[in-house]
């Protein structure tokens, strides 16, 4: 009797097992997924100090992004060899390429770069502010239409580079103000030159949601030391975090490649 007793206590708490298990599994859309990379590629150079725009092409293929954020894009400058640098890679990677001009340098330009898998529906190059004698930055925008028929946004962006965090904070503000008024699902990844504690990113984590649970450090790429690439998305309510790595790349640049799979919810989601 005991023996019979116990079996079938045992059956329930299997089926319940099961059920639970089930009901736990929410499917995911794959419509509406979006594998998103950032990569600083500093200037098409590697850290065998060549010109190899075929490995850096080969570290986004291998990771099958639908929008990459590029830093450190060079537009027919001398140094990368009179290359438009966005276009050359996109030709490699079989991605649309977007370039946005942050100054001018070198006999071209200097900024940011968009790949992407899907058209651009539309785009736009932001300048941000920059004290006299710094840098000028940028941030690039574009509107594409997912699988699902969902439009989103994506920004790519590169802040000020140096020690004085004044420009940085500044250039954070400048990002909020433009693109975190409205609900329209955004992403925001780049090399924010900003650690995670820093007063740079307390203003951006106002109004953006970070993808990442650990502070995995991006740079230098041969042995990492500090994260200072992101990729952040807003609002809260419309996504969710799939998976998120620094991608072992130590050749290419002296950044490491961050990426995110992000889904992007039904808007009725809360």
Known sequence: ????????????????????????????????????????????????????????????????????????????????????????????????????????????????????????????????????????????????ALPSGDTIRFIGTHLDHTREETDRITQAGELNEFFAKDEKPSILAGDLNARPESKTMGILLKEWEKSFSENTPTAPAAKPRAKIDYILFRPAHRWKVLETQVIDERVASDHRPVLSVLELLPETAE
């Open 1 to 144: 009797m005991r023996k019979t007793l116990f079996r079938a206590i045992l059956c329930l708490l299997l089926i319940a097992l099961l059920c639970f298990n089930t009901w736990a599994q929410v499917p995911v859309d794959s419509s509406r997924i979006v594998r998103v990379l950032t990569f600083n590629i500093y200037h098409g150079e590697t850290m065998k100090g060549d010109f190899d725009l075929d490995l850096i092409a080969g570290v986004i293929k291998s990771v099958n992004p639908d929008l990459v954020a590029l830093q450190e894009v060079d537009f027919y400058t001398n140094r990368a060899k009179n290359m438009d640098l966005a276009a050359a890679l996109g030709v490699r990677t079989g991605l649309a390429p977007l370039f946005g001009q942050a100054m001018p340098y070198d006999g071209g330009g200097y900024g940011e770069g968009i790949l992407s898998k899907y058209s651009f529906l539309s785009t736009k190059n932001h300048p941000l502010s920059a004290q006299e004698g710094k840098e000028p930055r940028a941030a690039l925008e574009a509107h594409v």
